[in-house]
C-alpha cells in the first residue's frame, strides 16, 4: 500500500567512540522544498556533506534541522599515543642504530619525551588522524537516525492521508448532492425562465421575441452547474490517484485543492436555490479544512 509522508518528524540517536559520546536529534517542518539547516561542531570536517546526502535520501520537502552536540567521554585525555605510528618510529630508530653499529658510530638514545615528539605519535582532537576516526564514527550512525526519521514522517503521513481520505468521502457526497438538487431544480428554472418571458413580452411593445428569448437562454446557461459538478467529481477521483502514489505529492495536491476551491465558489455564485448553497458554502468548508492538511504533505 501507497504511503503518503508527513513533512512533520522527529528522531534522536547516542553514539559514542574514540574518547567521546554525542546526540544527534532531527526534527522537520513544512516548507516548499527541501531546507537542511545543520549545527554541529565546525572543526569535525566532512559531517555536513553525510548529513545532506543521509537526508536527501529520505526527504524531498521540509524544513529539516539536524542537530550534533559532541562531548569528551569523562578521564578521555585530549592525547594518546597512535601505537602503530609508535611501532613503525621504534622500527626506524632499532634500524638507524644497527647500521651505527656496524659503521662504529656511537649514537645516544632517544629519551622517551624526544621519541613521543616525533611526528605522528601522540594524537590529539585537533590532529587530522584523530578527526577522520572520529567522524567517521559518528556518520555511522546516520543511516538508523534517517530511517527513524523517515518511519516517523510515514507514521504521521498515515493518519494525515487518513484524514484526507475522509475530506475526500465528504465532498464527494458533497457533489452528488449538489448534482441532485441541481437535477430537481431544472424544471423549477424552466419554469422561472418561461414566466419571465412572458413578463418581459406583455411589458415590452415591439420587443423581438427571439432576442428575448435568445437573452433567457443565455442566463439559463450562466445558472447551469454542470460542468462544475464533473470536474469537482473528477478532482476527487484524481486526488484519490495522487494519494496512491509512492512519490511525493504534497505540491500537487495543494494546487488541486485550489481547483476545488475554485469550482466551490462558481457553484456558490451560479446556485440560484438555497439549498445548493448551503451545499456549495459546506463543499467550501471541507476543501478548505482538507487544504490545511495538505500543507503537511511531503
Do not use: Y
Not at 577522520?132 to 518511519?151: C, N, Y
Not at 456558490?268 to 439549498?275: G, L, N, P
Amino acid at each position: 500500500m501507497a504511503m503518503t509522508k508527513s513533512m512533520t518528524g522527529f528522531a534522536a540517536a547516542k553514539g559514542a567512540g574514540e574518547g567521546f559520546t554525542w546526540t544527534w536529534d532531527m526534527r522537520s517542518v513544512n516548507a516548499r522544498g527541501l531546507d537542511v539547516r545543520m549545527r554541529m561542531p565546525d572543526w569535525v570536517e566532512g559531517l555536513e556533506p553525510a548529513v545532506r546526502a543521509a537526508v536527501s535520501a529520505v526527504a524531498a520537502r521540509g524544513n529539516i534541522t539536524v542537530n550534533l552536540k559532541l562531548s569528551r567521554e569523562e578521564g578521555a585525555s585530549d592525547e594518546r599515543i597512535d601505537r602503530a605510528t609508535l611501532d613503525r618510529v621504534l622500527a626506524q630508530l632499532a634500524e638507524v642504530g644497527s647500521a651505527a653499529a656496524v659503521a662504529g658510530v656511537h649514537l645516544g638514545k632517544p629519551t622517551t619525551a624526544e621519541v613521543l615528539a616525533m611526528r605522528g605519535v601522540l594524537v590529539s582532537e585537533g590532529s587530522e588522524t584523530e578527526i577522520g576516526k572520529l567522524a567517521k564514527a559518528i556518520t555511522a550512525d546516520l543511516p538508523d537516525l534517517t530511517k527513524a526519521f523517515d518511519e516517523m514522517r510515514r507514521t504521521e503521513g498515515a493518519a494525515l492521508q487518513s484524514v484526507i481520505e475522509g475530506q475526500l468521502d465528504l465532498i464527494e457526497s458533497l457533489t452528488v448532492e449538489a448534482a441532485t438538487l441541481a437535477e430537481a431544480r431544472k424544471e423549477q428554472m424552466a419554469e422561472k425562465l418561461r414566466e419571465n418571458l412572458a413578463r418581459v413580452m406583455d411589458n415590452t411593445e415591439g420587443a423581438d421575441p427571439a432576442r428575448v428569448a435568445q437573452e433567457l437562454a443565455v442566463i439559463a446557461v450562466k445558472t447551469d452547474v454542470t460542468e462544475e459538478i464533473d470536474r469537482l467529481t473528477a478532482h476527487v477521483a484524481a486526488a484519490r490517484d495522487l494519494l496512491a502514489s509512492e512519490a511525493p505529492v504534497g505540491r500537487k495536491l495543494d494546487f488541486l485543492s485550489q481547483e476545488f476551491n475554485r469550482e466551490a465558489n462558481t457553484l456558490c455564485s451560479k446556485s440560484q436555490s438555497t439549498e445548493l448553497t448551503r451545499v456549495g458554502l459546506d463543499l467550501k468548508a471541507t476543501i478548505d479544512q482538507m487544504r490545511e492538511q495538505v500543507q503537511n504533505v511531503e
